[in-house]
């Protein structure tokens, strides 16, 4: 005879139908709600939700609540699309919120890709570092610098519009770029996305010249890993025959 199903597991199916047919981002019931709705304590209840944030169909956010998850946004690495374009066609609204705007000096690694051959210790761009939303939901931080003749860009609209389709207005159409991914852990940009310091963050840093090859943009932005994706498609080599 088959041993009784868990408790906590049968909550949990009970939880996924319910998620099944709710709208990412919606809220969810917390655990005192859910305790009560079933009648078992709040440490059963924990560990029916601890399944669904394990399967990433739900997401606690410190201070706010428990939030209903669909599947990472997902871009593909070989597709030059802007944040704002891949939230529009995902049917999200892309929000930024700005963190710092200006003229300032570049760092090493923006001096070599924005401005090559110059004295980088004299070197300056135009910085922008964004806190980059899909709807309220933070995805990234974003810290993107661009050439520092390109001075137009501050008064663009940094927190509903696209620096992409602000760059096109000037004349300089994004053409050609190359990425590098690593990984890191959110933080001191916790705080700023609502999520753990440990919380794992995907990072793109990624540099784009103009369709005259001309450096346009030097950007690094992190992800956080459970609610941004990218998708890499490859072919893969032949190795030598045993």
């Known amino acids: ?3 009784p199903q868990p408790l906590y597991e049968r909550i949990e ?11 990412d981002g919606d809220p969810f019931p917390s655990e005192p709600r859910l305790a009560a709705e079933f009648g078992v304590s709040r440490m059963t209840v924990r560990a029916a939700l601890a399944r669904l944030e394990r399967d990433g169909l739900l997401e606690r956010v410190p201070g706010r609540g428990s939030f209903v998850r669909r599947a990472a946004a997902a871009r593909p690495v070989g597709t030059l699309m802007s944040f ?19 003229v300032r000096p570049a760092s090493p690694q923006e001096a070599a890709a924005l401005c090559p051959g110059g004295p980088a210790q004299d070197a300056t761009v135009v910085g922008i570092s964004r806190v980059r939303l899909f709807d309220d939901l933070p995805i990234a931080v974003e810290h993107a610098a661009f050439p520092a003749s390109l001075d137009a860009l501050l008064g663009a609209d940094l927190e509903t519009g696209s620096l992409h389709n602000a760059l096109r207005r000037l004349g300089l159409h994004p053409t050609l770029g190359s990425s590098v991914l690593s990984a890191r852990t959110a933080g001191d ?7 753990d310091a440990a919380t794992p963050m995907l990072v793109e840093t990624r540099s784009i010249a103009d369709q005259h090859g ?4 030097y950007t690094v932005s992190s992800y956080v890993a459970h609610r941004y994706a990218l998708q890499v498609d490859f072919s ?5 025959d045993a």
């Open 84 to 102: 704002h374009d891949q939230a529009l066609a995902a049917g999200r609204t892309p929000r930024s919120r700005v963190l710092r705007a200006g």
């Open 236 to 240: 893969v080599a032949r190795g030598e």
């Open 13 to 23: 199916k009970q939880l996924r139908r319910r998620i099944a047919t709710a709208a």
């Open 214 to 217: 001309a450096p346009l943009e």
């Open 189 to 195: 940009d916790a705080p700023e996305l609502g999520v």
């Open 1 to 3: 005879m088959a041993a």
